[in-house]
């Protein structure tokens, strides 16, 4: 707890950084209570069906011990054992007294009346000393009766002196290693629990992951529609939460730019009736050209914000007229040619190489993705001297337009992101110049209406090239 507040205190008033780290946060916890669910999941199906081919081994060995019995009693031509019991028939106590009569002997035991194997281990008893169980035919007997149920590979057997807990005897092969082997319950052969056997199968542990293949398919299924979904979600409250940010950030960019000449043009209006009292008609004359040039600018803002506010290339109706290609540019690089700063000039090469004449596209969208790219060239370019080649070639599917700068260039993260909607370029060249985030994302999406592709080539303080490939 005092690592998270001190992690929030770190954060300062960053509430971007604190909502990714909340959104970080909980798809944690979460992962942590599907990857602990399924993981408590398998283990439970594992114990259950580890608990049932454990009852399977233990009912099969049993099964093993009646028919070894039954097979050594009928070899040696049968033999008798007469009992009767010595208390009561209407006792109801759990034990009771028996009296077992050999051939040669008689032997007094007490039997528990839940216990249905009594009769066998009394004979298991009488012939211990002289007839021992076979291990050999109970190992045989016991891999059949298992196999019925599941696939095993070996089994073998240890006959055990359980009041000396000592082993008598052994079917184990030489060699083997008891890791690969899983043993069922120690069962008492005779009533006086003197001997025993334990059996051994090999490789069962493998066999119950391979019954639960089913099972591990469905969680690993599940874990991975878990992981994507919560990928996807979280991605999404940060790219809303980034967009959103980028948004504000753009609106308060354009509140500035519509918000200097709106003051200017209301100032110098204010001043208009003061200079016509005084006579001053050419200073009134001045104030109201200022006036419609700031008003000039704010038509000009609001009209690349409807280029811009349905820019998705679906929403975007073409209207593609045959435009000739030599005179569209010419025009272009004359345009952008003259700079407004008398500090700066701007020299626009241009060359084109295209045996094409004409290209078919939408004029007035197509203009102003050029005026777009040009304008950025311009815009990102703190030389004196600001250098723009415009090169036109042809391709196999249609026309190449590349336009390449000598500004200040963009890092590699932020090529990545140039494209979306409302993204600026966080560099203190940048912070200066005017713009919504908006410009490339309508470029992108006119270009990609007109069937190309527009991508971007840059270093830091080398320049950087656009180019548009669209089928003209």
């Excluded at 030489?174 to 001997?195: E, F, R």
């Excluded at 070639?393 to 090529?415: F, M, Q």
């Amino acid at each position: 707890m005092n690592c998270w507040i001190l992690i929030m205190q770190l954060c300062g008033n960053n509430i971007e950084f604190k909502k990714r780290l909340v959104v970080k946060m909980l798809t944690i916890i979460v992962l942590i209570s599907i990857a602990v669910n399924q993981v408590s999941w398998l283990y439970n199906m594992y114990e259950l069906h580890d608990r049932e081919f454990k009852l399977d081994i233990n009912q099969a060995v049993q099964q093993a011990i009646s028919m070894e019995l039954a097979e050594r009693s009928e070899s040696i031509g049968g033999y008798s054992v007469y009992s009767h019991n010595i208390a009561p028939p209407n006792d109801t106590t759990r034990y009771f007294t028996k009296n077992v009569v050999t051939e040669d002997s008689v032997y007094t035991f007490k039997i528990d009346k839940n216990d249905s194997h009594a009769m066998s281990k009394i004979v298991q008893f009488v012939l211990a000393k002289y007839y021992p169980i076979d291990l050999n035919k109970l190992s045989t007997i016991f891999k059949e009766k298992i196999k019925e149920k599941h696939d095993v590979e070996n089994v073998y057997f240890e006959y055990l002196d359980l009041n000396n807990k000592v082993q008598i005897e052994s079917t184990k092969p030489v060699g083997i290693s008891i890791v690969d082997y899983v043993n069922a319950d120690t069962i008492p052969l005779d009533i006086v629990a003197s001997i025993g056997v334990v059996g051994y199968i090999q490789n069962s542990r493998l066999g119950i992951l391979d019954k639960m293949k089913k099972q591990l398919a469905v969680s690993f299924l599940l874990i991975v529609i878990a992981l994507t979904s919560l990928f996807y979600i979280s991605k999404s409250f940060v790219v809303q939460w980034k967009t959103e940010r980028m948004r504000q950030e753009s609106v308060n960019a354009m509140t500035h730019e519509f918000k200097r000449p709106i003051a200017s043009a209301v100032a110098m209006a204010s001043l208009i009736p003061f200079y016509l009292e005084r006579g001053e008609k050419n200073k009134a004359l001045d104030y109201v050209k200022n006036i419609e040039m700031d008003l000039n600018k704010l038509t000009q803002y609001t009209k690349r914000i409807q280029q811009i506010s349905n820019n998705e290339k679906q929403y975007v109706t073409m209207n593609r007229t045959a435009v000739e290609i030599v005179p569209f540019f010419e025009s272009l690089q004359k345009r952008y040619a003259v700079s407004d700063d008398p500090q700066r000039k701007v020299i626009v090469n241009l060359m084109i190489e295209t045996h094409k004449q004409i290209m078919c596209v939408d004029m007035l969208h197509f203009s102003n993705v050029m005026d777009n790219l040009l304008e950025n060239a311009i815009k990102y370019t703190v030389k004196p001297v600001v250098t723009i080649d415009i090169n036109v070639t042809d391709t196999p599917d249609g026309l190449k337009v590349s336009v390449k700068d000598n500004g200040i260039g963009i890092s590699a993260s932020d090529k990545k992101l140039i494209f979306d909607k409302f993204y600026r370029v966080k560099r203190t060249e940048t912070k200066s110049k005017t713009g919504f985030g908006l410009g490339l994302t309508y470029a992108k999406s006119i270009v990609e209406a007109h069937g190309g592709i527009i991508s971007v080539s840059s270093e830091l303080d080398k320049g950087s090239e656009f180019v548009v490939i669209f089928q003209g």
